[in-house]
């Protein structure tokens, strides 16, 4: 599969800001890379270096404590409301054409923008919908995708209204509606998002990975692993762990489902050959075990 990353500049001596809280975007690096302590703060000395590096890692209290579960939704809402809107991009960006890791940067952005902002609508919240169609528009652009901001919105307006053989032209009031969404809907998000658009994805290292096995011809595994990271972005678990943690995650359940064991390397363990860390799987299984067991999509086997 192409990808645009081989022809994307390196981002030399990039550090992202660093989050003062959920509700704001986080202010700008204090000059020469030197971190100003936030009053209450411990020096910066005894920070973990993921509070210094990533402002997109969250822990898993965190994730049980977003904006939409303080303005009063439950977790298992929560959740249902972040698979609905990933799926919705799923839905629009199949009828699109789009590659997977499009849609994967925008389930990202997606899932980004509301550790920071609310889609409980009664608190002044925004609907997931109107989210993931922004998130959807945003990707397209940033992965160079080129399709046209008419051809999205129809797509759009088409997964909502439940209809993929609806007619819509750019003079109908649903066209206008979502267009209108998505375009007031993209500064609030690249606000949100601290204009940060660079996303790793999965893909890209489950191939590298399953070639340093030398299992990548192995099509049912591969395709089992494929189907895991997809579902990935219908949780919460890009939030939690790096891409690569990720695709290690998606060869394990892989080599479980399929009832395939994956040989050792060298006289160790793949993963660890693989320099997985057990307990970000370990993290990544159990969110994965919730999502098949609650199934909020309902989805068939």
Not at 183 to 202: A, C, K, R, Y
Not at 252 to 281: K, M, P, Y
Request: contains cysteine.
């Amino acid at each position: 599969m192409a990808s645009i990353d081989r022809y994307r500049p390196p981002r030399e001596g990039y550090q992202p800001p660093v989050l003062l809280s959920r509700h704001s975007p986080p202010r700008s690096q204090a000059v020469s890379g030197q971190h100003t302590p936030v009053a209450g703060q411990a020096p910066s000395g005894s920070q973990t270096p993921t509070s210094l590096t990533n402002q997109w890692s969250f822990t898993p209290a965190e994730v049980l404590s977003t904006p939409s579960v303080i303005d009063g939704i439950s977790p298992e809402e929560e959740r249902l409301r972040r698979a609905k809107g990933v799926n919705f991009v799923y839905q629009a960006g199949v009828m699109l054409d789009l590659p997977q890791i499009t849609l994967w940067v925008a389930g990202v952005f997606f899932h980004r923008f509301y550790m920071r902002r609310s889609m409980v609508q009664e608190k002044g919240g925004i609907h997931h919908y109107n989210i993931a169609a922004t998130a959807l528009f945003l990707a397209n652009k940033v992965e160079e995708n080129c399709r046209k901001t008419k051809d999205i919105i129809i797509a759009v307006a088409k997964v909502a209204q439940k209809n993929s053989k609806l007619i819509i032209d750019e003079q109908s009031k649903e066209y206008w509606r979502w267009r209108d969404s998505i375009l007031i809907h993209e500064e609030v998000m690249l606000e949100q998002l601290t204009f940060d658009m660079m996303v790793d994805n999965p893909y890209r290292n489950l191939f590298e990975l399953l070639s340093k096995l030398d299992i990548v011809h192995n099509k049912h595994l591969r395709q089992a692993a494929w189907a895991f990271c997809n579902d990935a972005c219908l949780t919460s678990l890009p939030l939690l762990i790096e891409a690569r943690d990720v695709a290690i995650s998606a060869i394990f359940f892989a080599s479980a489902h399929t009832n395939q064991q994956i040989d050792d390397v060298r006289g160790e363990s793949w993963w660890r050959f693989l320099r997985g860390d057990e307990a970000r799987c370990a993290k990544a299984v159990e969110v994965m075990r919730q999502f098949y067991t609650e199934n909020p999509l309902r989805k068939q086997n």
